[in-house]
């Protein structure tokens, strides 16, 4: 098939290049421009530039889609069917309607459930025991449109990174399976009474309240791990969480550490042992490494 591929970040990547070892013709990559990075601030591509420019498939990333310049552009490639995973940017009509199968959208969630920017860090918050794929027809309201394909996977004790990356490899393979017989799949339409919304993550979430119970404080660190972080303060330094265990004693009170050679802190009901972190301007570690070069007696209590 004739494909515009349009995605931004890693997550899109394993799509992008599985359409083009299925053989199909990707004519152009649609992703957002170049964005400051690092120490010096220099622009730096999209993961799916740089997947789409390694493959040799035309590059573009204008700001916004909605000048009728950009729109006749778009259906000047005279697109089959348009791929996308985790743009970016509002498609209008006029661009959803352009190719002949419309536009075909990998989602981080069995929809309706978890609509929106940020469905894995919102699924494993909630506790959800599982989450998936839905390959969906795009239509102009947010996570919509009606549904072609879906698969599940458990969450299980993932983090977000490594949850997002099981969910963009099996999107990628069924991106590939649902245009393989694109017009045996019957478009099923979202029941939007049970349609839940998951928000952009806000980094003032992250902060951990030490009175949550333990299952939601650990729930918490898994969703924000690797970004932004689920973090403390001790002695004025951010400290970020990025793996923690549920201990099941109740010893203490919340955010007291529990001694002076483990990571173990109170919480709002079981204590919580934090294994793997990461402070302000250093590599991720373990407690214990941490511990080494600096003391941190119990009784601390960590804000």
Request: charged letters at 20%.
């Given at each position: 098939m004739r494909i515009i591929f349009m995605g931004t970040p890693d997550f899109a990547v394993p799509t992008l290049r599985a359409l083009a070892e299925a053989?199909?013709?990707?004519?152009?990559?649609?992703?957002q421009p170049p964005r400051p990075a690092g120490r010096g601030k220099k622009l730096q591509p999209s993961p799916?530039?740089?997947?789409?420019?390694r493959l040799g498939i035309a590059v573009?990333?204008?700001?916004?889609?909605k000048s009728q310049e950009e729109k006749d552009a778009f259906a000047a490639l005279g697109a089959d069917v348009a791929v996308v995973?985790?743009?970016?940017?509002?498609?209008?009509?006029?661009?959803?309607d352009a190719p002949e199968h419309g536009c075909l959208n990998?989602?981080?969630?069995?929809?309706?459930?978890?609509?929106?920017?940020?469905?894995?860090?919102?699924?494993?918050?909630a506790g959800d025991p599982g989450t998936g794929i839905t390959i969906m027809q795009m239509e102009a309201g947010l996570d919509t449109g009606p549904m072609l394909a879906t698969i599940r996977t458990p969450i299980e004790d993932k983090t977000a990174g490594e949850l997002t990356e099981e969910l963009a490899e099996l999107g990628a393979s069924l991106m590939v399976e649902t245009l393989r017989e694109l017009d045996k799949h019957v478009p099923v339409a979202q029941?939007?009474?049970?349609?839940?919304?998951?928000?952009?993550?806000?980094?003032?979430?992250?902060?951990?309240?030490?009175?949550k119970p333990a299952e939601e404080i650990e729930r918490q660190v898994r969703a924000f791990a690797p970004f932004p972080g689920a973090w403390f303060e001790l002695e004025g330094e951010r400290i970020k969480v990025l793996k923690a265990d549920i201990l099941r004693t109740n010893m203490g009170e919340p955010g007291e550490v529990l001694a002076s050679d483990f990571l173990d802190v109170g919480t709002g009901s079981a204590a919580l042992s934090l294994t793997r972190i990461q402070p302000a301007g250093k590599a991720a570690m373990l407690s214990d490494a941490f511990l080494r070069g600096k003391e941190v007696p119990a009784g601390t209590v960590l804000r």
């Open positions: 053989g199909h013709e990707v004519v152009c990559a649609y992703t799916v530039q740089i997947e789409a420019e573009r990333h204008p700001v916004s889609l995973a985790a743009y970016g940017l509002i498609l209008p009509r006029a661009v959803l990998v989602h981080g969630s069995i929809l309706p459930r978890w609509r929106g920017a940020a469905p894995v860090q919102r699924a494993i918050l029941d939007d009474a049970l349609a839940t919304y998951a928000a952009k993550v806000d980094k003032a979430e992250a902060r951990i309240d030490w009175s």
